[in-house]
């Protein structure tokens, strides 16, 4: 059973930075991406972020302050990062990691990032 799990979201004032951290245990047969996602208070879940074999991807929102990435220590654990710089207001939202497989699409429970003076 894959599991992702979350860490890194909180509390920012305008202009500062968290790291968003996505753990994943257990082995992920056909990976095609490694995504972050977020849901701003009332509104869709959106794609922020996307990490595949050769590209990246991001929302025209975060591009320039955000980075995606990924270190693979084995086959049987990956975490991968979103970097988030120059927060601002809007960037407040959960935050879901997501891995896209060939025959599994698993979710993150979501950590907060609130973005506020």
Do not use: H
Not at 4 to 24: F, I, M, T
Not at 36 to 61: C, F, H, I, M
Not at 108 to 116: A, K, P
Request: glycine share 12%.
């Amino acid at each position: 059973q894959v599991q992702l799990v979350e860490s890194g979201g909180g509390s920012v004032q305008p202009g500062g930075s968290l790291r968003l951290s996505c753990a994943a245990s257990g082995s992920i047969f056909g990976i095609n991406s490694m995504n972050w996602y977020r849901q701003p208070p009332g509104k869709e879940r959106e794609l922020v972020a996307a990490l595949g074999t050769g590209y990246t991807n991001y929302a025209d929102s975060v591009k320039g302050r955000f980075t995606i990435s990924k270190i693979s220590t084995d086959n049987a654990k990956k975490t991968m990062y979103l970097q988030m710089n120059s927060l601002k207001p809007e960037d407040t939202a959960v935050y879901y990691c997501n891995v896209r497989a060939i025959f599994d699409n698993v979710w993150g429970q979501g950590t907060q990032v609130t973005v506020s003076s």
